[in-house]
């Protein structure tokens, strides 16, 4: 019968839909690929800090977003571009008037934040505070270096986001199985965080870096520790994402799980030192973070937490990585940068809490 076949042809179709993956599950898979691969690359091309393209790569992919369009690409590389270039205009204060300077990196470092607060894109917001806080700090010691590394970011972001492309190329979202949609009148309405809430979530996140950024600006080793930057200026912006309660949570626990990451990647590369062994580890540590970061359609309630520790694990992993390389004691540097996380995260932890006792909110404007 005619309509019998058509119901076999359903029934099929459901049954081999079933079959396919969960939208989390795709992304997982996608974000532990995409890094890793854009890691290797990397690693073979070696170019100065290498592992900046893998970061971005894995920023973007631990997002719950679709495929970046190639005009979304090249503008979010452009705006990238501008953002990190702009922190140039500040090093002719920063040499010669340091306070106009520090006031007006402070003006910058603020807006970036409240951009991000304000429901602009993570990761606009966050590599333009990494750019600012590392160009300014580094170029203030010595110009080649901070023009070495403006090259390394620029180069960076361009196969950043061209792994992302490669990862969905080879894991689209096509691949995972149909989700149940909800109803339109059961979606809540995205808004706009409130203004005031805005503004006191970025004055925070000023509290964390600008300290942090103030004593690299007095200190002649700032050039040797741009991964250290990264993690600060990353902790600036998870501070402003995460409700106050949790912000503080959220930075010790980042830290706590890319240290572990990072420490046991560590020790199984001592013992086999091998690009392969390497790679597989950065996509191990994403497939094993990735189910605490997707869920469903969406993320995990401490979907964030887990995507800045899966960030600190490669930006303390992968420097000692470069150190090995160059013949610097690796060992050692591993080591004392993984001791300046924990001491960042105590105190941005502390800086958190201060904050809040300091400047209360009112009980109605944060929902807990």
Known sequence: MP?????????????????????ASVRILRMALGTALSMLFSQIVNWPMSFIAPVLTMFILSLPLPALKLDSGIKFILVFVVAIHAGLI??????????????????????????TARGGSQVIGAFATVGLALVTSIGSVSIDAVLALLGGLSTGAVFGVLFVWVAHAILPDSMA?????????DQPIAQKPDPTVARRSAWRSMLIV?????????????????????????????????????????????????GIGAIVAWQALSIWPSLLLYVLLIGLGGLIMGPKIFAGAGMQPAGVTWSYGYLTMIVVLAPAVLDGQTGASADAAFWS???????????????????????RRKPAAEPE
Do not use: C
């Not at 309509?3 to 939208?23: C, L, P, Y």
């Not at 920063?94 to 306070?99: A, S």
């Not at 105590?346 to 201060?354: D, H, P, S």
């Open 337 to 359: 940068r993984l001791q300046m996380f924990i001491w960042a995260t105590i105190y941005g932890t502390g800086a958190v809490f201060v904050f809040d006792a300091l400047w």
């Open 177 to 185: 199985r149909a989700e149940p949609v909800q109803a339109p009148s």
């Open 210 to 258: 600008m300290p942090v950024i103030l004593w690299f600006l007095l200190s002649s080793a700032s050039a040797s520790y741009a991964a250290f930057m990264i993690k600060v200026a990353s902790m600036g912006q998870q501070a402003g994402v995460d409700q106050s309660r949790q912000a503080g949570k959220s930075l010790l626990m980042s830290t706590v799980i890319g």
């Open 3 to 23: 309509s019998d076949s058509r119901i076999s042809v359903i029934d099929n179709a459901k049954s081999a839909d079933a079959s396919r993956m969960s939208i």
């Open 90 to 115: 500040f090093l002719p204060f920063m040499l010669n008037q340091r306070m106009v300077g520090i006031l007006l990196l402070g003006l910058a470092l603020y807006h970036s934040f409240y951009y």
